[in-house]
């Protein structure tokens, strides 16, 4: 693909960044290489109608390389997203020695496991990001789901261990509720929809 957008600024930064969620290999500026895969194709369409619609230039063509250099290409491919799987697993011990840090002060609350569970979310979303530009199945890919797996376990753990807290004091709290006022009564009201 070959990409001239002018003068504005917007533009470039719009297709830089399509080109970057699609997991492009450049070969040099403004020529980039892609998978002739349905979606690809779909979001490249997308991208070059709003250049040109927008009064930039851009060329799609399609190459077909012999196969050693297809596999210098597809290694390329697979070596930048094992950079990106592997800045996912730099980030796992810090998921956990956060639990571990909340677990050891006594702070496993419900809120505490709302931020792991938003954290755990992101985790989620920059893993199947990653995946969806993983063409030629990246060897990190699979450590960085198995490190991801480990934090799904410290985090239900994490949980089990907020919910025995918080169940506790709620039967701990009952006992000494009549001295210090009524205890909360909680009713289910059926939606008349």
Same mark, same amino acid.
Do not use: N
């Given at each position: 693909?070959?990409?001239?957008?002018?003068?504005?600024?917007?533009?470039?930064?719009?297709?830089?960044?399509?080109?970057?969620?699609?997991?492009?290999?450049?070969?040099?500026?403004?020529?980039?290489?892609?998978?002739?895969?349905?979606?690809?194709?779909?979001?490249?369409?997308?991208?070059?109608?709003?250049?040109?619609?927008?009064?930039?230039?851009?060329?799609?063509?399609?190459?077909?390389?012999?196969?050693?250099?297809?596999?210098?290409?597809?290694?390329? &491919?697979?070596?930048?997203? @094992?950079?990106?799987?592997? +800045? *996912?697993?730099?980030? =796992?011990?810090?998921?956990? !020695?956060?639990?571990?840090?909340?677990?050891?002060?006594?702070?496993?609350?419900?809120?505490?496991?709302?931020?792991?569970?938003?954290?755990?979310?992101?985790?989620?979303?920059?893993?199947?990001?990653?995946?969806?530009?993983?063409?030629? &199945?990246?060897?990190?890919? @699979?450590?960085?789901?198995? +490190? *991801?797996?480990?934090? =799904?376990?410290?985090?239900? !753990?994490?949980?089990?261990?907020?919910?025995?807290?918080?169940?506790?004091?709620?039967?701990?709290?009952?006992?000494?509720?009549?001295?210090?006022?009524?205890?909360?009564?909680?009713?289910?009201?059926?939606?008349?929809?």
């Amino acid at each position: 693909m070959c990409v001239s957008t002018g003068k504005e600024a917007s533009l470039r930064v719009y297709v830089w960044r399509t080109l970057r969620k699609l997991g492009s290999v450049h070969l040099h500026q403004s020529v980039c290489l892609l998978p002739d895969r349905p979606k690809v194709r779909r979001a490249v369409d997308r991208m070059v109608l709003k250049v040109r619609g927008q009064g930039g230039q851009a060329r799609v063509l399609t190459a077909v390389f012999d196969s050693s250099e297809d596999e210098v290409l597809r290694a390329e &491919q697979r070596a930048a997203r @094992d950079v990106e799987y592997a +800045e *996912v697993v730099e980030r =796992v011990p810090q998921f956990l !020695a956060e639990i571990e840090l909340e677990t050891s002060r006594g702070r496993a609350t419900y809120v505490e496991v709302e931020e792991s569970e938003a954290d755990l979310e992101r985790f989620h979303r920059w893993l199947a990001a990653i995946g969806e530009r993983d063409y030629f &199945q990246a060897p990190r890919g @699979d450590e960085a789901r198995v +490190e *991801v797996q480990r934090c =799904v376990g410290a985090l239900a !753990a994490f949980e089990s261990a907020a919910l025995a807290a918080d169940t506790s004091d709620l039967v701990g709290g009952v006992g000494t509720a009549a001295s210090t006022g009524p205890v909360p009564q909680l009713s289910i009201v059926e939606d008349p929809r």
